[in-house]
């Protein structure tokens, strides 16, 4: 089978995932104290997929440097994997998510997350991770928090 990316910065591909962009949230936590940096990065309600989001930056500029040091920001984008892409079916495709982060980043679909695949680690260290065996028409959310 012949490898289709999409672009999840391109309005082209997002309009074809039924998707306007990303939604961008800085700090670790939204609306937590957050005390010594690392104290809620595990299970944070701005995992969850029905997390209430819509105050966070919308369409945002993903590349853009959003601050200095030892931070972190949530990047979350909500799609709909279409039966067809470019005249290709996709029905039983893999389906990766590929991504470059600085230092450290986690993924989460559908606020789950896989700790063994889906934590990134390593400087500007590029990442594929399979979120899908035998793709199938879906809608979800891909919800994901990097370090800046």
Known sequence: ???IALDLENPVDLALLKTTGWRIAP???PGESNQ???AELRESPARLADYDDTWWEQ???IQERRSIGFTFAWYR???TIPSEVRGEDITGRRIWFETNVDNYGEVYVDGQI???NWVITGNNVGKRIRIEDSAVPWYGACDCRFSL
């Open 36 to 38: 010594g940096l690392t």
């Open 1 to 3: 089978m012949a490898r």
């Open 59 to 61: 369409d945002g500029d």
């Open 114 to 116: 896989d700790r063994v």
């Open 27 to 29: 700090g670790l936590v």
């Open 77 to 79: 984008i909500r799609l």
